[in-house]
């Protein structure tokens, strides 16, 4: 199995930046599988959404509420995700959860989630 352990979360005042960073650890076998990386995000009462993705090769997508703001980045040799968050808006405070997703050479899949940061965009 892959652990998936968040940092960075914080308060911060809107129009300010954070970086929100994911460290996956297990078996190299395991951290050899993951395939497609994430970061989530669920405010209260909401939904948990996808705020963006990023590929082992490196293509990207994110969440329209996002684009232009936000870059998801990936250290393959470190095992670590980030998220640049700029120009934050009230509207993006929420826990943000990282999550990895791959298939095992067993054609087994697995998905993988942390605890999750707090983002609270508060002035």
């Known amino acids: 199995q892959v652990q998936l352990v968040e940092s960075g979360g914080g308060l911060v005042q809107p129009g300010g930046s954070l970086r929100l960073s994911c460290e996956a650890s297990g078996s190299i076998f395991s951290i050899n599988a993951i395939n497609t990386m994430g970061w989530y995000r669920q405010a209260p009462g909401k939904e948990r959404e996808l705020v963006a993705a990023?590929?082992?090769?490196?293509?990207?997508n994110y969440a329209d509420s996002v684009k232009g703001r936000f870059t998801i980045s990936r250290d393959n040799a470190k095992n670590t995700l980030y998220l640049q968050m700029n120009s934050l808006k009230v509207e993006d405070t929420a826990v943000y959860y990282c999550?990895?997703?791959?298939?095992?050479?067993?054609?087994?899949?697995?998905?993988?989630w942390g605890q999750g940061t707090q983002v609270t965009v508060s002035s």
């Open positions: 999550n990895a997703y791959g298939i095992t050479k067993r054609s087994t899949p697995f998905n993988s």
């Open positions: 990023i590929t082992r090769g490196g293509s990207t």
